[in-house]
């Protein structure tokens, strides 16, 4: 089972992520996430990526589509994977598509997260992340622990650098320029979920749910 997280930086895709994952045992497949760890260890996917990353821009997609190849052909894959953070543009859906046609195998549903500019401006600046479990949180809305150290798993809680005023202006404008078309994309197709994103993660869950069926 192949389902896609789709939405805006920002709309709590990370956080609905790690639900889906416990309730069908799928691994969590951010691209996001891989870049970040492949940039810590300076791998040459990693310092390849950083440019991009730090300016909110994409990462070109012949790179992306590659490492989204590796890992779905990972044995933990076989059953299946939660995409976050891909496809982020159509030639990638298309990619995707054609990689998923060689082992006879589509994209179960596409799960679209709904959360308006405002919001998300609001989420960003003021997020929190732990550098190794990727939990979030919110300087107001939910503050991490003063020591700055995750409480589950022990690593360093941090503001990622493309979190800055400045690239989440990018990062919005080029979700709605390469990013959004995709929303017709699996429109088309009949398998797009939309989902509100505004709300208590646990509502949100629940929404998901009832979206999947
Ligand atoms: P966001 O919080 O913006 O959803 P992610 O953690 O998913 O961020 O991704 C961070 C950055 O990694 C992106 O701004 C982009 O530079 C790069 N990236 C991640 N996934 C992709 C992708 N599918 N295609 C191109 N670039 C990507
Ligand atoms: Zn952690």
Same mark, same amino acid.
């Given at each position: 089972m192949i389902v896609i997280l789709l939405? !805006?930086?920002?709309?709590?895709k990370g956080t609905q992520a790690a639900a889906l994952v416990k309730r069908y045992g799928i691994p969590h497949v951010s691209t996001g996430d891989i870049f970040r760890a492949n940039l810590a260890e300076k791998t040459p996917l990693g310092l390849e990526a950083k440019g991009y990353m730090e300016k909110g821009a994409l990462v070109p997609d012949d790179l992306v589509v590659r490492l989204i190849g590796d890992r779905l052909s990972q044995s933990d894959a076989a059953k299946g994977a939660l995409l976050?953070?891909? !496809?982020?543009?159509t030639a990638q859906a298309q990619a995707l598509e054609a990689f998923l046609d060689k082992e006879s195998k589509k994209v179960a549903a596409c799960l679209l997260l709904e959360v308006d500019d405002q919001e998300l401006l609001k989420r960003l600046t003021g997020r929190r992340v732990c550098r190794s479990c990727g939990s979030g949180w919110h300087v107001a809305f939910s503050p991490p622990p003063s020591d700055l150290v995750?409480?589950?798993?022990?690593g360093e809680i941090y503001q990622r650098t493309d979190d800055s005023q400045e690239t989440i202006k990018n990062r919005l404008k080029v979700y709605h320029e390469q990013t959004s078309p995709l929303i017709d994309w699996y429109k088309a197709k009949g398998i797009l979920k939309a989902v509100n994103g505004l709300g208590e993660p646990s509502q949100i869950e629940a929404a998901i749910a009832k979206a999947l069926g």
């Open positions: 939405g !805006p930086p920002g709309a709590g976050d953070g891909f !496809p982020r543009t995750c409480p589950k798993c022990r």
